[in-house]
């Protein structure tokens, strides 16, 4: 039977806007109890962002799927109290504030660990918990420009941009569920909890890979990428008769497989074009060769012909097209989940594929404080306290 392996998993989530919800919702899929603390009335910033599907964002709905949601004021006395409560016994919290704010409201790790020695505390942050910009604030594009990563995107006559997906949110998210599921492996066998830092920085910066090592050996810093390769040719975006198409030959191999495919003998005969290297060396010459040979191809037509082939290649699809495509349907991509306002409310799919472990996703992005009242119940708060709570403004009960 297919199984959750973190059915057993309580997490306790105080986050907004992507890093760390989609770090949460990732662990929620995976079966954890996940709890999302909330601010009462206006919610995480995620929910105020347009456009909206019957008053539910967008932005909101993208990362915060099969969680609970907890409308508490955590920097009020009684609603500490209550983070502290419902701490006490969780075995995992994910945050993702600078830690000048949960050091301020003591919602810090050690504050934590103080009623819960064995938690396993996972703070996502701009710069990370140690250096001089730890407590500077920084989002996303912030960091694909101080990482580096923003200098690359452009080419040889355009400014540095930024990427059109928000890659170091999803970055820090990734290496945040890794850190949790590594702690968690660890304390199953030493029985000691865990503090987990991860920096949106770090992350940024792990993440340029072969362009830093470049950059390492060649003292140089890495050229910019534009719509070409700048050490396979021919790569990257090229003009149709009625497109473009993104195609990759990355072996000499595949340059045999491209010209047979295109019927082009004599761009295989030509000895400019006989290796990769050459090839690079020869770009501009390659250019034109390929403007000639690849007008009069449909850009439907070009990228069969070379998958049949077995060179890589592709349409430019847009974020609406993608859908459309057989593979991303094929591999679930886009799931559909009833909401009780929304109605039927469309996610993305869980991108990791198992064999017997079940990804669960069938609990919709809950409504503000959807949950406060079961939670707070299940910490022992009758219906009385909750709703002198609610009235204080310490909670929020979403009715």
């Known amino acids: 039977m297919p199984t959750q392996p973190l059915a057993d998993v309580s997490v306790v989530e105080l986050s907004t806007m992507i890093a760390g919800p989609y770090a949460g919702q990732m662990l929620g899929d995976l079966g954890a109890d996940v709890v999302k603390i909330e601010r009462p009335g206006r919610g995480e910033l995620a929910r105020g962002l347009e456009p909206t599907l019957d008053g539910e964002s967008f932005y909101y709905l993208t990362a915060n799927r099969n969680k609970r ?3 508490l004021d955590v920097t009020s006395d009684e609603g500490h109290e209550i983070f502290m409560d419902l701490v006490e016994s969780v075995d995992v919290v994910l945050e993702n504030f600078p830690p000048s704010f949960t050091e301020r409201y003591d919602i810090d790790y050690e504050s934590v660990r103080e009623r819960n020695e064995d938690v396993i505390y996972c703070s996502i942050s701009a710069y990370g918990e140690t250096g001089p910009y730890r407590t500077d604030p920084g989002i996303d594009t912030t960091i694909q420009a101080l990482s580096g990563a923003m200098s690359t995107t452009r080419d040889e006559n355009t400014p540095p941009m930024r990427s059109g997906v928000p890659m170091n949110d999803v970055f820090a998210s990734l290496y945040a569920t890794q850190g949790i599921l590594t702690a968690l492996y660890s304390r199953e066998r030493t029985g000691e909890g865990e503090f987990i830092d991860v920096s949106m920085l770090d992350a940024g910066v792990a993440g340029l890979t072969t362009r830093a090592t470049y950059s390492m050996v060649s003292g140089e810093p890495y050229p910019p990428f534009g719509r070409r390769h700048n050490y396979f040719a021919p790569e990257g975006v ?9 195609l990759s ?12 495919a295109i019927d082009a003998p004599s761009l295989l005969a030509d000895e400019r074009f006989e290796t990769t290297n050459s090839r690079v060396r020869h770009s501009d010459a390659l250019e034109e060769a390929l403007t000639r040979e690849l007008r009069e191809w449909s850009a439907a037509e070009l990228v069969e012909t070379l998958r049949e082939a077995g060179v890589p290649a ?15 349907q094929a591999r679930e991509m886009r799931r559909t989940l009833d909401h009780p306002t929304a109605g039927a409310v469309d996610v993305l799919g869980f991108p990791v594929k198992y064999g ?9 992005p809950p409504l503000l404080g959807e949950h406060t009242e079961a939670i707070l119940s299940e910490l022992g708060y009758d219906t009385d306290e909750i709703a002198r709570l609610s009235n204080d403004g310490a909670v929020d009960t979403g009715t």
């Open 69 to 71: 949601s907890l409308a």
């Open 238 to 246: 090229y003009e149709v008769g009625d497109g473009e198409v993104q």
């Open 249 to 260: 030959v990355v072996t000499d191999r595949h340059w045999e497989w491209f010209c047979e």
């Open 314 to 328: 592709a349409p430019i699809n847009d974020t609406l097209s993608v859908w459309d495509h057989p593979q991303v």
């Open 356 to 364: 017997s472990i079940d990804q669960r996703i069938d609990r919709h």
